[in-house]
């Protein structure tokens, strides 16, 4: 199994802030990865695919990065709705989530 | 409009069998896997699974292999989740989502369907 590693779990921000989370991989996924956004009550929502590429209709401010066994979700300035839940998810053999991160106010 | 609506919410007792389903509308069944994910209340999100409707072929992760079966009906478009005797750590969310490849980024949700074991 592919282990995925977040962090932080729990990440406090203030409105314009630049949030940067971290996902690490227990062995290389190339660019196979994935990250989630999930607000309470909600299903998750792709954010980021392939690592870097921005799902259609998602905010440019989200920004992915990395590839191997590293890689950074990153909001540049952050806004009201986007305090959530992030997952990332491996998807070069199966899929794993990572733990998850909560940005916070 | 691509869709995954997944049944209501399920209260049963510890030993009885449960079957959940997920119908998909908008899309074609069969051209498409379909990937089951858990959600323990307050927890993180697990992959527990994916099922091609073209050949009805079933892939488990292995926390989940033997616990669960995976199954769909063409006819009805819906793909399913079942357990032959569930257990109080059963309790969670359960979503289905659309992978865009065997192994590929869920790009479609479905609602949830909250199962409780009590």
């Known amino acids: 199994d592919i282990q995925m590693t977040q962090s932080p779990s729990t990440l406090s921000a203030s409105i314009g802030d630049r949030v940067t989370i971290t996902c690490r991989a227990s062995q290389s996924i190339s660019n196979w990865l994935a990250w989630y956004q999930q607000k309470p009550g909600r299903a998750p929502r792709l954010l980021i695919y392939k690592a870097s590429t921005l799902e259609r209709g998602v905010p440019s401010r989200f920004r992915g990065s990395g590839s191997g066994t590293e890689f950074t979700l990153t909001i540049t300035s952050l806004q009201p709705d986007d305090f959530a839940t992030y997952y990332c998810q491996q998807y070069d053999f199966y899929g794993t989530f990572g733990q998850g991160t909560k940005v916070d106010i | 409009e691509e869709r995954l609506v997944q049944s209501g919410p399920e209260l049963k007792k510890p030993g009885e069998s449960l079957r959940i389903s997920c119908r998909v509308s908008g899309y074609s069944f069969t051209t498409y896997w379909i990937a089951w994910v858990r959600q323990v209340p307050g927890k993180g999100l697990e992959w527990m699974g994916i099922f091609y409707p073209g050949d009805s072929e079933a892939r488990y992760s292995p926390s989940f292999r033997g616990q669960v079966t995976l199954s769909a009906d063409k006819s009805l478009n819906t793909a399913y989740l079942q357990w032959s005797s569930v257990e109080a750590s059963d309790t969670a969310l359960y979503y289905c989502?659309?992978?865009?490849?065997?192994?590929?980024?869920?790009?479609?949700w479905g609602q949830g369907t909250m199962v409780t074991v009590s």
């Open positions: 989502a659309r992978p865009l490849s065997e192994a590929g980024r869920l790009d479609l």
